[in-house]
Nanobody
Framework: QVQLVESGGGLVQAGGSLRLSCAAS????????MGWYRQAPGKQRELVAF???????SYADSVKGRFTISRDNARNTMYLQMNSLRPEDTAVYYC????????????????WGQGTQVTVSS
């Protein structure tokens, strides 16, 4: 199994910044794509940003130019630097990691973090 631990959420005023972290541990043979999703009350979960094993990134239009996703492969950790936060960024943020697990079978895994609340006040 692969476990994800998120940290870094909180309450911030509009225009402020937060940095989220997601650390992966467990039976990890490799990590391929890593991504951040968010879910606001009454809305569906949406993709915010993702980063491939090669470092290619992609962002939702609503966060382009404000959020930056990065990863530290040595630490199996992913980050989301969020600047110029807006009230509409308020949501529970989840990290997602996909890869191959240890073991002869080399099974793929698709793991989710527990979520961290980000609240942006106006």
């Amino acid at each position: 199994q692969v476990q994800l631990v998120e940290s870094g959420g909180g309450l911030v005023q509009a225009g402020g910044s937060l940095r989220l972290s997601c650390a992966a541990s467990g039976s990890i043979r490799s990590i391929n794509a890593m991504g951040w999703y968010r879910q606001a009350p009454g809305k569906q979960r949406e993709l915010v940003a993702f980063i491939t094993s090669g470092g290619s990134t992609s962002y939702a239009d609503s966060v382009k130019g404000r959020f930056t996703i990065s990863r530290d492969n040595a630490r199996n950790t992913m980050y989301l630097q969020m600047n110029s936060l807006r009230p509409e960024d308020t949501a529970v943020y989840y990290c997602n990691v996909k890869g191959i697990a240890m073991g002869i079978a080399m099974q793929p895994y698709d793991s989710w973090g527990q979520g961290t609340q980000v609240t942006v006040s106006s």
